[in-house]
């Protein structure tokens, strides 16, 4: 199966949201956070604490959210030159491959240690810092995409 694509920043946004709100040690953070600003809540509330540390709870938890839902996303795909060009992308039984008009790259599937699918994206993981968005766009039709899904399942582990 072949398919071809481009990126759009709008959806490549959003993965990239996907991608840093599914990594365990940020989920763990922001529960963090969050358990926090509701226990400062709830002491500013029966008057055990003073209007400042509810304050500063407050003020960690919109950064924390501002950072992971805009800051990072946008940092990233500021910095990825890859997010502007055109790609063809090869998936058979052995393994896939990406190309583009300055050349292309092979891997087998147990190159793969895990994927996410998000709305709009495969997400592909080497490790747990480099990875591939495989856009659902580039599929002709759902049935393409139901057929790429089952490929991907069966030969990686869903993280």
């Known amino acids: 199966m072949t398919i071809y694509f481009g990126y759009e920043k709008k959806k490549v946004l959003q993965a990239l949201r ?3 709100i599914s990594r365990p040690e940020i989920r763990i953070m ?5 358990v926090f600003a509701i226990a ?10 003073q209007p400042l540390a509810f304050l500063v709870g407050s003020l960690l ?31 058979d039984d052995e393994g896939f491959s990406l190309g583009h008009e300055h050349g292309s790259k092979n891997w087998q599937w147990a ?9 709009h ?10 990875f591939l968005l495989v856009p659902k766009d580039g599929c002709k039709d759902t049935d393409e995409v139901f057929e790429l899904r089952k490929l991907i399942k069966s030969k990686t582990k869903k993280g």
């Open 18 to 20: 996907y991608h840093f």
């Open 61 to 91: 938890w919109i950064i924390l959210m501002i950072s992971f839902w805009y800051i990072l996303p946008a940092m990233v795909y500021r910095k990825a030159v890859t997010f502007k060009h055109e790609f063809s992308m090869t998936f």
């Open 111 to 119: 190159a793969l240690k895990n994927y996410l699918e998000s709305p």
């Open 40 to 49: 400062t809540f709830t002491l500013y509330f029966l008057k055990k604490i």
């Open 30 to 34: 922001i529960i963090l956070v969050n």
């Open 121 to 130: 994206f495969f997400h592909l993981y080497f490790d747990t810092r480099s």
